[in-house]
């Protein structure tokens, strides 16, 4: 990493895989986007970067690194692997680059009112996970061959997805007079069967045939 990556990053824009912060104020909410990297794809948080890409630095960024490093101890969990790196602008004021590779241990979460909550980016925002993202990731780790029979309830699916071509779990669970939980079930195996693919949503997850 280089001053003139920062630059490259910055005039791209925020994405899937990269994120910009002026600077470490709210600590407990800058961590949520470091989590969603890791349980998404891996990325960078740069601190000392405006919204809009301007590289205008940070002073005192030691010390910005400093309340992040405790912040990522104190409330990511589990542990979140990650490398930073200090890039000084002029002798004021500096860029801190947080690297975040696509975590082996994900779900990341935090513990927020006695529950757990996990957060994935999608496209340059981050939102939090839903029930299905979540066992998604969890059970994807450990990617292994699943043997299931189609049924009638997959048969249903099958039908909507080939006349919409998206469906969400409510849809579903409506058109197959499912339980809401036993849709769910249904849905996340097929994924992880290769099967279909979600594409998360702030609102509501939508899930096609996997091409």
Not at 160 to 189: H, I, N
Not at 202 to 209: A, F, T, V
């Amino acid at each position: 990493m280089t001053l003139q990556d920062i630059h490259k990053y910055a005039q791209q824009g925020e994405g899937l895989t990269v994120e910009f912060k002026k600077k470490a104020a709210y600590p407990d909410k800058i961590v949520r986007e470091m989590i969603a990297l890791a349980n998404t794809e891996g990325g960078v948080l740069l601190i000392g970067v405006d919204d809009d890409g301007t590289v205008s630095g940070q002073r005192f960024i030691e010390e910005e690194v400093f309340v992040m490093g405790k912040a990522i101890k104190d409330y990511i969990f589990p542990a979140l692997q990650y490398e930073v790196e200090v890039f000084k602008l002029n002798p004021k004021k500096g860029v801190a680059v947080f690297s975040i590779p696509k975590s082996a241990n994900r779900p990341h979460y935090i513990k927020e009112e006695k529950q757990r909550r996990a957060f994935i980016r999608v496209q340059d925002k981050t939102v939090k996970a839903s029930k299905e993202v979540w066992e998604i990731l969890r059970r994807g780790k450990h990617p292994k061959d699943m043997v299931f029979t189609y049924g009638d309830k997959e048969t249903i699916l099958m039908q909507a997805l080939a006349e919409k071509g998206v469906l969400t779990l409510k849809e579903y669970a409506t058109r197959a007079k499912l339980p809401r939980f036993l849709a769910s079930k249904t849905l996340v195996r097929l994924v992880l069967a290769n099967v279909l693919e979600i594409i998360p949503q702030e609102i509501e997850d939508q899930y096609r045939l996997k091409e």
